[in-house]
């Protein structure tokens, strides 16, 4: 399946939007992975400026990631509660709260924009996080010769994506950073580990899959592909890597005690996601009682309050996603990160030999 995806390495550096670059991407697909870039923060006209630096700086295959979130429904009564809520915070940076909430970021399923785009460029890999697009979207991008992939953290999700003609499904353990790729955030989430989550599609899906969510280095990778993935997908593992957009504040935090303690917190974003514990996951403890807006209209909340910490010295407001693996980060550049995660995979296999 890794000629489908024009790879020689089971390794796939994670979308991340924000903190991948088309830099990095190219990094990793020059030295025989697969690189990606998430699209799902900005509109059609970005998504092309990101795709087509990518295609000036490698010849390979590279994946482009899309958010495909339920639309979001807007509750003004239950954010301006929210904003009275963050109204103190803002307070100690002498800020106010945004006056209303916006949808910052359009889904797939309601951009026909964006699906133009990809249709005409034709990446050579597209993937989906948090839900499915229609039928006639997915047969467009097939019908065009595009490799599709799509995160599941469920079997029941994991059906929904075979059923539907995806090429590849993305297991996505709890382990994982950034947000959960869940369906559905209002139902329950069994919470599932990476490697029991990548057993149980192995064992119950006919399509290949690749293991995602705390897996930092060749030994994790080696246990993935034991497991029967056919590649494992990481990214908190190369966001210190220089060719990152993640600020230094986040690169410090990531290389710090901090790394220790993540949290999986709705609060920032309006969804499920993974951060490392800073000021911002600390809310959650007094905010028990507060109704969250949906994804993505909370998540202008957090990036404008994150902007008033920042403005005066504090950076702990930060969307800083990183996975449970996060302590085993390393800073090297994003080709020779991927060189030395091919060593351990090597060093991995004799041993058990």
Sequence with gaps: ??????????????????????????????????????????????????????????????????????????????EAAWLEYLKPVFAEFDAEPPARLRTIYKSFIDDPDMLSLLLEVKPAVVSFHFGLPAAGAIAALKQAGITLLATATSLDEARKIEAAGIDVIVAQGIEAGGHRGIFDPAVYDEGLGTFALTRLLVRHCKVPVVAAGGIMDGAGIAAALDLGAIAAQIGTAFIRCPESAADDAYRRALGGPGAFHTRLTSIISGRPARALANRFTALQESARDQVVPEYPIAYDAGKALNAAGKAQGEYGFGAQWAGQGAPLSRALPAAELVATLVREIEDAASVRM
Excluded: W, Y
């Design 1 to 78: 399946m890794l000629h489908r995806l024009d790879i020689a390495l089971p390794i796939i550096q994670a979308p991340m939007a924000g903190v991948s670059t088309p830099t990095m991407a190219a990094e990793v697909c020059n030295a025989g992975g697969l690189g990606s870039i998430g699209v799902g923060a900005t509109n059609a006209d970005g998504a092309r400026n990101m795709i087509d630096e990518v295609k000036s700086r490698t010849d390979r295959a590279f994946n482009v990631n899309v958010f495909a979130h339920k639309t979001a429904k807007a509750s003004p009564e239950n």
